[in-house]
Each structure stands twice: as structure tokens, then as C-alpha cells.
């Protein structure tokens, strides 16, 4: 994926099979003047790349035939056929070699953002896994894009990683509601300070996580940058990471058992009464 997308994606098999055949390929930006395309025939779809030329003209190029009726693993033994992510680094080794450049050789090109590597991340480990993690998106639109997104990775410094994960940690709690915005909760009183602070500590440490995760992908993968030290070096918060406690209180033991019927409900007022585990209620 790139910043700047039509509302025709390319990026999985799902959504080039949505697309209508035709002569002229579907084309996304993946660099400033370096354009993937899709072009889907009757018989399956390819790939090309397109470079601009200045003058309203463009040089464009087949790199490949894209994977969408071959064989899970096919493309693996077959250089010609390319899943998306193939196709983008193909894309951009071609349009360097249409430009001159020597093998290795970067193409000059824009900023490379935090908005644009989240965008990467999230395509390729939709390609890998058929489906993006809704957790991992929701942290990016809720923690990462607000305030680091339109960063250029080359200038993200470990200073300001450090300040955004502080500020989260310092932060209150926060949930999503069913419009999907973020909601402020309080936290409850029977919980104490310190508590409170091990928690937010923990989602900080979790979210770092998924940046370093996203920044990491962007250095391996695309080579949009030359170090990595900005983020490997921050460190997480220590001695914050605790299995969840919870007990019922007495009224929502009342209400469970009497929700329950028969066996359940037998198993359910013996684990109440005596801790035990379900594998030592059933054996007994």
C-alpha cells in the first residue's frame, strides 16, 4: 500500500478479482513517480510498472504475472508469478534499472512516512496470513498515526519514540466504542494507583511493541532506511506484565448460577465454592 491510493485496490487476491478486465492497468503510487499496476485479463492478471517522464508521458514495463489462480507456494518455484509484495520490490529494481541505476542503488524518492509503513505492514501481513490483525489496526489509528504518522522514518528519533511511549503510559485507559472512536474510562475505585500505573505501563509496552514490529518490517523488508537503532534501543518498562486477576463478587456469582441449569449449573456453584479447576470438577 502506498500513501496516496485510488479506492481500487490491488494489494490482495479478493480485491483485483472485484475488478473489471480491461486494457488499462489498475495503478497504485509507491513512490513519487514510480507507479505498481495491475492489468486483470480474462484469464488472470499481471503486473507492471510505470515511470513517469515529465510531460504528461510515462514508461511502463511487464514485470510479471500476478498470483491469482496459481497454487498456494507456486510462485515460490515460479520466478514469473508475484504476490503483491513481490510486485512492489520488482517494481522498484525495474524502475531503477529504467532509470540507470546501479544494482543496490536507491531511486531518489519522497519522505517515507510512519503513515506509509503501517500501511506496508498491515498489506503484507494481510498477503501472508489472508487477513490483518483488527487489534494491530486499532492501535495504529488510535496510538501510532495521530502522533507519529506523518514522521518521516528517517528522521523518527529514539528521543521522540520515548516521549510517545511515556505519554501513553501516562495517559487514562481508553476503549473503543461501536463507532470505533476511543473512549475515555474511568478506572474503578476498588482498584489502587499503583495498579493503575502497572496497567497503562503494560498497554504502553504493547503498542511499542506493535510500532517496533511496523518500523522493522520497513527496515527489512522495503530498505526505506538505512538504521534501525532509533527503535531498537528504546527501552520498555520493566516488571509491568501481569496475569489478569478477577473475582466475581457476590452478586455476579448469584447471577451466574442462576443463569446456568442442570449439569452447568452444578459444575459451575462446585468451581464457585471450591476454586477447583474444571478438569478436577469433571474428574470428580
Request: glycine share 8%; hydrophobic share 35%; proline share 5%.
Amino acid at each position: 500500500m502506498a500513501q496516496h491510493r485510488t479506492n481500487l485496490k490491488i494489494d490482495t487476491r479478493t480485491a483485483r478479482a472485484e475488478l473489471a478486465p480491461r486494457p488499462k492497468p489498475y495503478f497504485e503510487e509507491i513512490d513519487p513517480e514510480i507507479h505498481l499496476g495491475y492489468r486483470r485479463g480474462k484469464r488472470g492478471g499481471s503486473w507492471v510498472v510505470r515511470r513517469y517522464l515529465g510531460g504528461g508521458n510515462y514508461e511502463m514495463k511487464k514485470i510479471g504475472r500476478a498470483d491469482d489462480h496459481v497454487a498456494k507456494g507456486e510462485n515460490a518455484v515460479n520466478p514469473d508469478v508475484l504476490t503483491y509484495d513481490q510486485a512492489r520490490k520488482e517494481a522498484r529494481r525495474v524502475a531503477a534499472r529504467m532509470m540507470g541505476l546501479e544494482p543496490g542503488d536507491k531511486i531518489q524518492s519522497g519522505p517515507y512516512t510512519v503513515v506509509q509503513a503501517c500501511a506496508d505492514y498491515m498489506a503484507g501481513h494481510a498477503n501472508k496470513h489472508n487477513r490483518a490483525p483488527q487489534e494491530t489496526q486499532n492501535i495504529i489509528d488510535d496510538a501510532i498515526l495521530p502522533e507519529l504518522g506523518k514522521i518521516d522514518l528517517r528522521k523518527l528519533t529514539k528521543k521522540r519514540i520515548e516521549k510517545w511511549h511515556a505519554d501513553i503510559a501516562a495517559a487514562p485507559a481508553r476503549r473503543r466504542g461501536l463507532r470505533k472512536e476511543a473512549i475515555a474510562v474511568k478506572p474503578s475505585p476498588d482498584i489502587d494507583n499503583a495498579e493503575i500505573e502497572r496497567r497503562r505501563k503494560n498497554t504502553a509496552n504493547r503498542k511499542l511493541g506493535t510500532l517496533r514490529a511496523i518500523l522493522n518490517y520497513a527496515y527489512n523488508e522495503r530498505l526505506e532506511v538505512d538504521d534501525d537503532r532509533a527503535w531498537r534501543v528504546v527501552k520498555p518498562f520493566r516488571k509491568v506484565t501481569r496475569s489478569r486477576k478477577r473475582f466475581l463478587s457476590e452478586d455476579e456469582a448469584a447471577r451466574l448460577v442462576n443463569a446456568c441449569q442442570g449439569g452447568l449449573r452444578d459444575l459451575v456453584r462446585a468451581a464457585l465454592y471450591t476454586g477447583a479447576r474444571y478438569g478436577e470438577l469433571a474428574a470428580l
